[in-house]
């Protein structure tokens, strides 16, 4: 465990320590010696969404979706499209 900064010093330094935990060494920061939280860099987002990346593919496809529904005609249309 590295040495434990004290909160005055931590706000002074914001920018530093950021620069520290996010390299992945955690920045503990307390007083008294004690430590009362820690600084660390946040797990990266895995589940971005990425426009443009599935253009072509086929994302899901489905027998019961392909064909006519006379009853969603009938729900969209009020009647049968027959």
Known sequence: MSKIITIYDAKTNLSKYIKQAK???????GSY??????LMAAKPK??????GTAKGKIIYQ???LEGYDSDIA????????D
């Open 23 to 29: 390299s992945g060494v955690p920045v503990y920061i």
């Open 46 to 51: 895995t589940n971005v969404i990425k426009f």
């Open 62 to 64: 489905d027998d019961a």
């Open 74 to 81: 009938e729900m969209f249309y009020g009647k049968d499209k």
């Open 33 to 38: 010696g004690e430590q009362e939280v820690v």
